[in-house]
């Protein structure tokens, strides 16, 4: 009978011990799941101007940790960047885009890269194509024009 209650005795430590320590793992895994802030960032990209330009920069930024969502609107010349503040910061962004051969808000684009962008992506002091700001009209007059 003594060995039949040091086993349960062990039994029910083990439980309890079993139930603390799910408990505490429980416990510290909720502080990790917090939800992180994230911030979204409008950057000035004024010589991203095609479909191109788009997608080297999106491209290119979805490799970094913490980036969340990235939208160039090459119309516009703008980028909007959903990222983790506690992974990446805006700086770390600018410096990406710029190391992409691109100009991002007061960050000059990296001169090695740049140089190797397509003639659409450069700057037309620089031989790239200008850009043509037409109406819908006078685009449509264009087309008819052929």
């Given at each position: 009978?003594?060995?039949?209650?040091?086993?349960f005795?062990?039994?029910?430590?083990?439980?309890?011990?079993?139930?603390?320590?799910?408990?505490?793992?429980?416990?510290?895994?909720?502080?990790?799941?917090?939800?992180?802030?994230?911030?979204?960032?409008?950057?000035?990209?004024?010589?991203?101007?095609?479909?191109?330009?788009?997608?080297?920069?999106?491209?290119?930024?979805?490799?970094y940790?913490?980036?969340?969502?990235?939208?160039?609107?090459?119309?516009?010349?703008e980028?909007?960047?959903?990222?983790v503040?506690?992974?990446?910061?805006?700086?770390?962004?600018?410096?990406?885009i710029?190391?992409?051969?691109?100009?991002?808000d007061?960050?000059?684009?990296?001169?090695?890269?740049?140089k190797?962008?397509?003639?659409?992506?450069?700057?037309?002091?620089d031989?790239?194509?200008?850009?043509?700001?037409?109406?819908?009209?006078?685009?449509?007059?264009?087309?008819?024009?052929?």
């Open positions: 009978m003594e060995g039949s209650s040091v086993i005795l062990l039994k029910n430590f083990t439980m309890k011990t079993w139930t603390i320590l799910l408990a505490a793992c429980f416990y510290s895994l909720s502080g990790m799941a917090q939800v992180k802030p994230v911030l979204t960032a409008k950057i000035s990209t004024p010589n991203a101007r095609c479909e191109e330009c788009k997608s080297k920069i999106e491209g290119y930024l979805k490799r940790d913490g980036i969340v969502s990235i939208n160039v609107n090459f119309h516009k010349g980028t909007t960047v959903k990222y503040t506690d992974r990446i910061n805006i700086e770390e962004i600018k410096t990406a710029a190391n992409e051969g691109f100009d991002a007061d960050v000059p684009a990296n001169p090695e890269f740049y190797r962008l397509p003639k659409c992506c450069k700057k037309p002091e031989g790239g194509v200008p850009v043509k700001k037409n109406s819908g009209t006078e685009q449509q007059k264009e087309n008819l024009s052929y």
